[in-house]
């Protein structure tokens, strides 16, 4: 009952049913677009690269761009070359001065920088569409089709590409500013859960024909999976709380602070965004490699598509798991500001009992932010290897995905920052949240 009045109350109020509706048909769009093949291809010679992409990090990049990839899609490179460049973008905002420069400057900084990132993704393209290409040839030819692209052919082909992702990078945007927002993490959840029936069937489907467990493993699977999941939102949600006590100030006849709040630094202040920048830099030798097409090839690099283009190895989740914890040290840095926030609190006479104000407040927050990051850090990176976990015990390859792993995360990480946004605008048109009690905490999303 409480649910359908709250869908009752989320109707009445005219903008957020505008932009829910704006984002349901962005979405639309989306996934039409991911069923559109690419000129010149037939649709009935694609088996081999389906059956390419049923396995190993190529499914995850299927997955990621919501089956396009093996549909060989107008829009088969997905949103993966954006987060790439958002990546690069932000790193030289660590090291060029030019870039921290443009970071300090408000909203115009900020429009250089993405505009930066869009010119950065068209490079990126120009290199993923012509690999991708490459390796369509050699899956459709060696399933017995015929594609052969010439010059010009693979010309015109990888500008179709550059177009569709760079039109998937736009509907990201419109996402985020006529819709729910978080437009970019949102089309990357859309493309998951897509994959998730599917998975589940081919699951449920598998064990009914094992000849131990059976149904009783596929439910000790699922109650595993949920285990997952709530230690999932633990660690999106958590927080370290730190006391404030402001000073008591009197403007006119009104008095300011004189009480004692708390600031909620979160264990993983980082999100999932680690999660995808690692996984985004995970693809680049297999994309090196034409996404498989010369994984076989001797040298440098066949040998690191081969080690990399393996989910369930030793060195592919090692180097994953280390990425993952190194992100989240340098997307804490990046987005948690200790200089800051002891500013802000000196403005307001503010300060944590027993440290002076100023730099001994943000060498407190720093130290406090550090020793929380690590253990978040490392329970990041653990929840991300769970899959290769699971294959272990034999878990389906599709359904292994959603044990942990990138596809979780971001699928608990999107869903509370979505429901936090919609119980942002009930509150403030005086309606019930959509809890009971207590807030949603939410994470900040890769907005595009």
């Known amino acids: 009952m409480r649910l359908i009045q709250t869908l009752k109350n989320i109707w009445k109020i005219e903008d957020l049913r505008k932009r829910i509706t704006i984002t349901f048909l962005f979405i639309l769009v989306y996934r039409f677009g991911c069923y559109v093949v690419l000129p010149g291809i037939n649709p009935d010679d694609l088996d081999a690269l389906r059956n390419f992409t049923n396995s190993g990090l190529m499914q995850l990049l299927d997955m990621f761009s919501g089956g396009a990839f093996s549909q060989a899609s107008i829009f088969a490179l997905g949103i993966m070359p954006y987060i790439t460049a958002s990546i690069v973008i932000q790193l030289l905002g660590m090291v060029m001065p030019q870039f921290q420069k443009m970071q300090r400057e408000g909203e115009s900084g900020r429009m250089k920088l993405n505009q930066y990132t869009r010119y950065l993704t068209v490079l990126i393209l120009l290199v993923q569409a012509p690999a991708y290409l490459v390796n369509l040839q050699y899956q459709v030819n060696s399933a017995g089709g015929n594609a052969h692209f010439g010059f010009l052919s693979m010309l015109f082909l990888t500008i179709v590409l550059t177009a569709g992702a760079m039109f998937i990078m736009w509907l990201g945007e419109k996402i985020t500013d006529k819709g729910i927002g978080n437009g970019i993490s949102m089309i990357i959840l859309v493309g998951i859960i897509a994959r998730f029936p599917g998975a589940l069937v081919q699951e449920f489907t598998g064990r009914l024909t094992a000849s131990q467990g059976g149904l009783v493993m596929f439910l000790i699977e699922i109650i595993i999976l949920f285990a997952v999941t709530a230690g999932a939102v633990m660690l999106v949600q958590g927080t370290r709380k730190v006391p404030v006590q402001y000073a008591k100030r009197i403007v006119g006849n009104r008095q300011y602070g004189g009480a004692r709040q708390y600031i909620p630094l979160k264990v993983n202040a980082a999100n999932v965004m680690p999660i995808i920048f690692a996984q985004a830099l995970m693809f680049i030798p297999i994309t090196l490699a034409g996404f498989g097409a010369k994984q076989d090839a001797p040298g440098f690099i066949g040998s690191l598509a081969r080690t990399f283009g393996d989910m369930n190895g030793l060195w592919y989740n090692v180097v994953y798991f280390l990425m993952i914890v190194a992100f989240t040290y340098f997307y804490t840095a990046i987005t948690v500001r200790p200089t800051q926030m002891a500013e802000e609190m000196k403005k307001n006479s503010g300060f944590i009992p027993g440290i002076k104000p100023g730099k001994k407040t943000a060498d407190y927050i720093d130290s406090i932010m550090s020793r929380i990051t690590l253990p978040g850090s490392i329970f990041l990176g653990i929840v991300a290897i769970l899959p290769a976990f699971a294959r272990y015990f034999g878990v389906n390859q599709s359904f292994a995905q959603f044990f942990g792993g990138t ?39 890769l907005n595009g």
């Open 407 to 445: 596809s979780l995360l971001i699928i608990v990480g999107v869903v509370l920052d979505t429901l936090q946004q919609i119980e942002t605008h009930l509150t403030m048109h005086h309606y019930d949240g959509l809890m009971k009690s207590g807030k949603i905490k939410g994470r900040t999303g």
